[in-house]
């Protein structure tokens, strides 16, 4: 399979999952390493590509959101509490679909996360721990922005509330 074949397939192949690929398994699934994954995902996002980096993967765009209603929430916490925080999300119902900060330099850098269960924020822990990796909080002394998904908007307070009472929302 040549390079042309092989992102035509990465991209049937993610528009038609439900869930999200890894580097490493399109890597083993088309005998070639992670690193030539990267780049056939860099080319295609270049040409217009529907296709999204997640924690969890990629996915292609159409799959990457839940339906819902979504709401921002500002945020302040040490790294020590990044788990709670989005814990505290999912549990409630929602999906902590990014964190925004406002960089001096850059303006807004915005990472997507896309974490909808307790299982999606213990991977994205372990791949925080193991890759050594610096939050984005980090680079605004732990102020920032989470843009929240949920079906249910019924949600938003109770979220809301308990951030606050954990001394977590900014107001």
């Known amino acids: 399979m040549n390079a042309e074949e092989r992102r035509r397939f990465i991209q049937s192949l993610l528009?038609?999952?439900?869930?999200?690929?890894?580097?490493s398994e399109l890597a083993a699934k088309l005998g070639v390493s992670r690193q030539v994954i990267v780049q056939d995902i860099a080319i295609l996002r270049a040409r217009g590509g529907a296709v999204i980096a997640t924690p969890q993967g990629y996915v292609a765009r159409r799959t990457a959101?839940?339906?819902?209603?979504?709401?921002?929430?500002?945020?302040?916490?040490?790294v020590d509490r990044v788990r709670e925080e989005l814990v505290t999300i999912v549990e409630a119902g929602a999906e902590v679909v990014d964190v925004i900060v406002d960089h001096p330099l850059y303006g807004e850098i915005t990472g997507r996360l896309m974490l909808r269960s307790v299982e999606d924020v213990d991977r994205f822990m372990a791949r925080l721990h193991a890759?050594?990796?610096?939050?984005?909080?980090?680079?605004?002394?732990?102020?920032?922005l989470h843009t929240i998904r949920s079906p249910d908007p019924s949600v938003f307070p109770?979220?809301?509330?308990?951030l606050r009472?954990?001394?977590?929302l900014l107001d």
């Open 15 to 23: 528009s038609r999952s439900p869930r999200p690929y890894t580097g």
């Open 65 to 78: 959101l839940s339906p819902g209603e979504t709401r921002i929430i500002a945020c302040s916490h040490h």
């Open 165 to 168: 009472s954990k001394g977590i």
């Open 131 to 144: 890759t050594k990796a610096v939050l984005l909080s980090s680079l605004t002394r732990g102020v920032h």
């Open 158 to 162: 109770v979220i809301e509330d308990a």
